[in-house]
């Protein structure tokens, strides 16, 4: 078996695929090889890894004494500050024509930037 990983990886080919189909017992294409009948193949567990998840969140806080009671604090919050898109995992199936290696949509909990803003006041 050779190396599946692919040169560049992106949502459209996360990594090496077959060309057509494995039909056969024994048959090879690529990096995959259809084990014979009565054997496992020689792949481990998750050995396929999809893309990284990364979230980078910020948060500013300034207080300003409005007098020698009160209190006002200005709170400006980013989630996702970076903005990054978070893409969700490869289809794993190697030899299914169209659909082997890519991803098809964003990380479930992933969200995009979202900025909040707000004030307090203590007293």
């Known amino acids: ?68 009671r009160f209190q006002a604090q200005f709170r400006a919050e980013a989630y996702n500050f970076a903005n990054k898109v978070n893409l969700g995992q490869p289809n794993s199936c190697v030899d299914c024509p169209g659909v082997a290696g890519r991803i098809f949509g964003t990380y479930q909990l992933a969200i995009p930037r979202q900025w909040q803003f707000g004030t307090r006041l203590q007293f």
């Open 1 to 68: 078996m050779g190396d599946a990983n692919a040169s560049s990886p992106s949502q459209f080919g996360w990594f090496a695929t077959t060309s057509a189909p494995l039909t056969s017992n024994g048959q090879t294409d690529g990096p995959w090889r259809r084990p014979q009948r009565g054997t496992f193949g020689s792949v481990g567990r998750n050995r396929l890894l999809g893309p990284r998840f990364s979230q980078w969140d910020f948060s500013a806080f300034k207080t300003f004494r409005v007098s020698e």
